[in-house]
């Protein structure tokens, strides 16, 4: 099976219909959608039979320093289609962003890894702590800052 990947505008303008105010940019590979909207654009995706992205594949982060960047990686078998969407997570104190764990419960420990390597919190997550450090860690080790 061969999948063809959504282009980011693609997705974009199919987002702006649906949340205009979620949508922040786009370019060939990706659209990338405020931290706080994430869930409604993850709900719309999956539901939306143009989408129809019922499986994510990923959640990554990535630390630039000056924000991190999340990373879904999403798919459609019956469309055979895949899609990407980012958000920027700005502050190195108390990142958070929505938590996608509602629409995808694949979510589940890909949200708390980041959690607890990256220190990105995820607002709605029913069982936010750490999954691979203990309790009582001092600090998220794959930050750029971590010492």
């Known amino acids: 099976m061969t999948l063809t ?35 409604t654009v993850a709900n719309f995706l999956r539901n939306d039979s143009e989408t129809d992205f019922v499986f994510l594949n990923s959640i990554s982060a990535i ?26 997570v700005y502050g190195r104190e108390e990142p958070s962003a929505a938590s996608v764990f509602n629409v995808w419960r ?24 750490r999954i691979m450090l203990w309790e009582g860690f001092d600090g998220h080790p794959l930050r750029k800052d971590f010492l």
């Open 5 to 39: 990947a959504v282009p980011g505008e693609t997705l974009g303008r199919r987002l702006q219909e649906a949340a205009p105010d979620a949508v922040i940019e786009w370019d060939e590979s990706a659209v990338w959608v405020r931290p706080e909207s994430i869930g």
């Open 63 to 88: 630390d630039f320093i000056e924000y991190f960047e999340l990373v879904y990686h999403l798919t459609s078998l019956a469309k055979q289609q895949t899609g990407v969407v980012r958000s920027r």
């Open 106 to 129: 694949g979510a589940d420990f890909q949200e708390r890894e980041i959690w607890d390597l990256m220190g990105i919190r995820f607002n709605g997550h029913p069982n936010m702590k």
